[in-house]
């Protein structure tokens, strides 16, 4: 379990973090911009949560565990034989989430067009905390590139974004309330 005795330690103010196996790197990596935007995704589903209720709180609120685990796995560089083996994301956490969608998604009508982030302010922040979820997906797919990074990891974020899509229509009274983009209505 984490115990946090000390909130500062001095340790980055020239500008360099502590990775999850001990080792160091640069605020700007794009490893601690991945782990850092998993955090925000984490800090705005908080906010979406205030706007939810029952089943949907509740599912929010493991998912904010969920991020928490992702966020472990993204920083702590894979390593041969570690002495303790690190936090991963499994696809357990992908399936359970597949299953959630399917729930969610019953009975929401057919999309006929886009929908535009809106509607009621639970629903707004879903969306708000899908596109935040979508730009840490893209961070992790980058990092893939140049290091190695459990799969799942980026697996999880997709699935979750689509989470948070289906949440938020239902959140506009089942799809009703939803915002539809009309394509060129104001030229």
């Known amino acids: 379990m984490v115990r946090l005795t000390k909130i500062y330690t001095r340790s980055g103010d020239q500008g360099q973090t502590h990775l999850g196996d001990g080792s160091r790197t640069n605020k700007q990596s794009l490893r ?9 995704a984490n800090a705005v589903t908080g906010i979406a949560r205030l706007h939810c209720e029952g089943e949907m709180d ?8 969920d991020l928490f ?5 993204l920083c702590t560089p894979e390593q041969d034989a570690p002495e303790h083996p690190p936090l991963r994301v499994t696809g357990h956490q992908v399936e ?6 399917d729930r969610v998604n019953t009975d929401l009508p057919a999309l006929r067009s886009f929908v535009l982030p809106g509607g009621s302010p639970a629903a707004a922040h879903l969306h708000h905390a899908r596109t935040v979820v979508r730009r840490a997906e893209r961070l992790v797919a980058a990092l893939m590139e140049s290091a190695h990074v459990n799969p799942e990891a980026l697996r999880y974020l997709n699935r979750l974004s689509d989470l948070l899509f289906v949440m938020a229509r239902r959140a506009n009274d ?3 309330d939803e915002v539809l983009w009309q394509p060129g209505a104001h030229r």
């Open 32 to 40: 601690v911009e991945a782990y850092g935007t998993v955090d925000e």
């Open 58 to 65: 509740a599912l929010l609120g493991t998912v904010q565990n």
């Open 69 to 73: 685990d992702v966020g472990a796995d």
């Open 96 to 101: 359970r989430l597949e299953e959630a969608i």
């Open 174 to 176: 089942g799809g009703r």
